[in-house]
């Protein structure tokens, strides 16, 4: 079954909100099987709307709407629908009914317009809403289903999941159309996209079930696989199997699966290996320190993080030499080495890291420009400091220097820096 949802709202046009509907729908049919072949955003136009929907039928089975249900003059998507299949409004006298009891419950005046939600196309089925005054609708014609759902996601949703995909189950195990299809993302780091291509061509060229995916995210490199088949053991099986072969090529630059993320990745070698941690923060403000302690149990590991923003604290707290910030710099090696040495030794940590950058936009020279970035990582026998140049926003370059800085310190705990 292909499917092509059709969102309706000049508002979502024009950006004034987010079309999260869109994203809901296809979740939750993909727990059908049910392919989202293409998504449409149309405006509260009526010959345009009639143009999505043709164009929908000839390239889909099942087409899904939100929107354009309510009782003003410019929700058009029921009308629309039935005069392009050729069929005729009735009123439902069950809805009018609840819309009056409604109506008279809340001592609300009922506008006429209202009775514009009784309407749905001949042979059509009302779907309840609990939430709100649009019913939807679901419509049966030749081959295809439509499914008319309301704008406002707290009504759209819980109809959804309550009735749509009932009906759309019940209809697939009919049809014997009825499958599993399921995702997994692999995360991956210290990877560009187009070498992690390269060291995956084989594998890329040659994939069927699982589909593979890269998608570039931020700092990091996702891989979709999405398999599909009969049985969730059978499509699980597919897919623990594909991403084992990836891994097996990728290694240690695969650092986790679906929601995972970096720290929970360091926060599990950290605890592995029995290792306490102490941090030094700068430019990045604390952001370091928030990600860490986001993990359930980083006391265990987290001893401290200090946040020492001016040069006044990097000496008092840190003991860091008043010399080196005259002569090299706050932004230096120099100091960003000095900064991991005292803040290992102020707590007692097994390792430490320390952070200290330009975040701009302002605060640069031609000599130090804005982005300009030093991590220092010291541990038993161990430091090393590495120069960075980020880009992007103050934001971005801070959310970039965390990044760099949990990288470094999940290369160390795997023994990787030894080797580079």
């Not at 779907?127 to 707290?154: H, W």
């Amino acid at each position: 079954m292909r499917c092509e949802i059709i969102a309706v709202g000049t508002e979502l046009l024009m950006g004034q909100i987010t079309n999260t509907n869109a994203r809901d729908i296809a979740r939750e049919l993909l727990s059908l099987g049910v392919g989202v072949y293409y998504q449409t955003v149309v405006g509260d136009n009526e010959e345009r709307l009639t143009e999505v929907v043709k164009r929908a039928m000839e390239r889909a089975d099942l087409i899904v709407f939100s929107g354009g249900l309510g009782p003003t003059d410019d929700d058009l998507t029921r009308d629309t629908v039935a005069r392009v299949l050729g069929i005729s409004m009735e009123k439902n006298e069950e809805w009018e009914k609840k819309l009056l009891e409604f109506f008279s419950r809340f001592k609300t005046p009922f506008a006429e317009n209202n009775l514009r939600q009784t309407m749905i196309p001949r042979g059509a089925l009302m779907l309840p809403n609990d939430r709100g005054t649009a019913p939807g609708i679901f419509l049966e014609k030749g081959r295809y289903t439509f499914v008319l759902l309301p704008g406002p996601p707290r009504e759209m949703l819980p109809m959804l999941r309550a009735q749509v995909i009932p009906l759309l189950k019940k209809k697939l195990e009919t049809s014997g159309e009825l499958a599993v299809l399921q995702s997994r993302i692999l995360h991956v780091i210290g990877l560009g996209e187009s070498l992690l291509v390269e060291k995956l061509k084989d594998i890329l060229d040659t994939q069927d079930n699982p589909t593979i995916a890269p998608l570039a995210k931020g700092t990091e490199v996702h891989l979709r696989l999405t398999a599909h088949g009969r049985f969730p053991g059978e499509v699980q099986a597919l897919l623990t199997q594909k991403a084992e072969e990836i891994k097996s090529v990728l290694g240690d630059y695969v650092y986790g699966e679906d929601e995972d993320t970096l720290e929970l990745a360091v926060a599990r070698l950290l605890k592995a290996k029995g290792k306490t941690l102490a941090l030094a923060e700068s430019c990045t403000g604390g952001l370091l320190t928030h990600r860490l302690t986001n993990i359930p149990g980083s006391s265990e590991y987290l001893l401290s993080g200090l946040v020492t923003y001016s040069n006044e604290a990097k000496v008092n707290f840190l003991g860091v030499d008043p010399v080196s910030i005259q002569s090299k710099g706050a932004v230096s090696a120099e100091v960003a080495a000095e900064m991991s040495a005292g803040v290992r030794r102020v707590c007692g940590a097994d390792i430490s890291l320390s952070i200290t950058g330009i975040a701009g936009p302002g605060g640069d020279t031609p000599q130090k420009p804005v982005g300009l970035t030093y991590i220092s990582l010291e541990a038993e026998n161990f430091s090393l400091t590495r120069k960075y140049q980020f880009w992007g926003s103050r934001v971005e370059i801070k959310e970039r220097a965390a990044q760099a800085a949990l990288y470094l310190l999940r290369r160390f705990l795997l023994d990787k820096l030894k080797e580079e």
